[in-house]
């Protein structure tokens, strides 16, 4: 048989090795969850303004401080890893946040998100504003780890 005998290849279109996208992996109502996916930057960011004038209208009287001004700035111009590092940290001490937050949570979540703040708290926090070799995406990859563990 010679090489003018063989069957003719037919190739296939490039499109059909195109990936398919992945299915979601977060719950679509879990606030923390979408927090962490960087596709839901602008959530953050207005999650961050919303907690940021909560902040000022209960703490400072309705007034804005220094403090609260340069926050804003920054999240109004920051990356996700940025954004989502201070919301974080407005988690940990904005109760109208973390009402939210829990109201977004789902009911078998709830004991998950309940842990991850506890430990927020008391360890990931404090180890962030004390320990400087500590960046926002390490502080940021602890938060999600805890997360998934609690």
Partial sequence: MTCAHKAVRTTVPHAQFTPKPAARRCNPHDLVERAFDSE??????????????????????????????QLRLAAASADHTVLLCIFLCLLNVDPG??????????????HKLAGMLLHLRSTLVVEFFTDESVSAAG???ACEDLYIVS
């Fill in 97 to 110: 946040l973390k009402q939210a937050v829990m109201l977004s949570a789902t009911a078998t979540n709830k």
């Fill in 40 to 69: 839901h930057r602008e959530l953050v960011r207005r999650l961050v303004h919303q907690s940021l004038a909560s902040i000022e209208a209960v703490v400072f009287r309705g007034a804005e401080t220094p403090q609260t001004r």
């Fill in 139 to 141: 502080f940021n990859h």
